[in-house]
């Protein structure tokens, strides 16, 4: 069985030389293949290629990404399969002058297991220590830095906490380490503009635009979160997960969050 390509073929290595590596220069989707297919395979396409765009980053065709997906998930008809898209190889300083190719990396690996029902039954989370960065030129983009996500990450072992919640430096809620938020209050699913940190999820994208008329993208502050009827979070493998607690405050799962549930389970 195949799990990785690398330029389309079979390896699992990658030059020392590779921006990636050297300075996380590049972008990725993490995809869930369900039934044999990609779930949501047009969202990651276009936020894949949003990315390049911004990044200056040369470009894949989808045909090949597809075609290099259904490769390594061959046999394999549930996994997650990530795309991993570099700047390619260069000299070892910052100057970016005629990108070359880029460097793909298509991998498959295993549906993650889960010890509860998280969908059912919720999730607790907690608010993170650590403040992202305000960084407009990044903004929204699933780049390879992820070191603040990491750091957030190390700042509790207890099982029981399944996410944490990350503000930016003027304490607006962005979203969880691994998963965008939600906001329910009156009706109406709120959720933070990710104009200057954070990352625009597929699932996320998917949401909005299913439930446009009743959704609103704006600032979300640390005092709204006592206010909110229903939390959930989501991203592309988990789905919707509602929140049960926050710190101190507690939610039911309510209606709206079914609701967009119902909605995925027909995706």
């Known amino acids: ?10 390896s699992s290595q990658v030059s020392v030389a590779d921006r990636g590596l050297q300075f996380g220069d590049g972008l990725f989707e993490t995809i869930a293949v369900i039934g044999g297919q990609p779930r949501f395979w047009q969202g990651h396409m276009d936020r894949l290629s949003a990315g390049c765009e911004r990044l200056g980053i040369p470009a894949t065709p989808q045909a090949v990404l597809l075609r290099e997906l259904n490769t390594v998930s061959a046999g394999n008809p549930h996994c997650v399969v990530r795309i991993l898209l570099t700047r390619g190889l260069s000299a070892m300083d ?18 993650p297991l889960q010890e509860a029902d998280f969908a059912t039954l919720g999730i607790r989370a907690r608010i ?3 403040r992202l960065g305000i960084q407009p030129e990044l903004g929204g983009l699933n780049h390879l830095n992820r070191l ?3 750091r957030a990450r190390t700042e509790w072992q207890d099982a029981s906490i399944w996410e944490g919640i990350l503000l930016d430096r003027e304490d607006h809620i962005i979203s969880g380490i691994a998963s965008n938020i ?4 009156s009706g109406r699913l709120l959720t933070p503009r990710l104009d ?7 699932m996320r994208e998917a949401i909005l635009s299913a439930f446009r008329p009743r959704c609103e993208q704006r600032r979300l502050m640390l005092d709204m979160l006592p206010e909110a009827q229903e939390i959930f979070v989501c991203n592309s493998i988990e789905g919707i997960l ?3 607690r926050i710190d101190h405050w507690e939610y039911d799962i309510g209606p ?8 995925l389970s027909q995706q």
Do not use: K, Y
Not at 182 to 185: D, G, K, T, Y
Not at 196 to 202: M, P
């Open 148 to 150: 603040e996500q990491v």
């Open 242 to 244: 509602p929140v049960t």
């Open 94 to 111: 910052f100057s970016v002058v005629n990108p070359a190719a880029a460097t793909r990396i298509v991998s498959s690996h295993a549906w």
């Open 196 to 202: 200057r940190c954070g990352v625009r999820g597929v």
């Open 182 to 185: 939600f906001l329910v209050l």
């Open 256 to 263: 709206v969050t079914r609701e967009v549930q119902d909605w």
């Open 1 to 10: 069985m195949i799990e990785c390509l690398v330029n389309g073929e079979i």
């Open 128 to 130: 993170c220590h650590l």
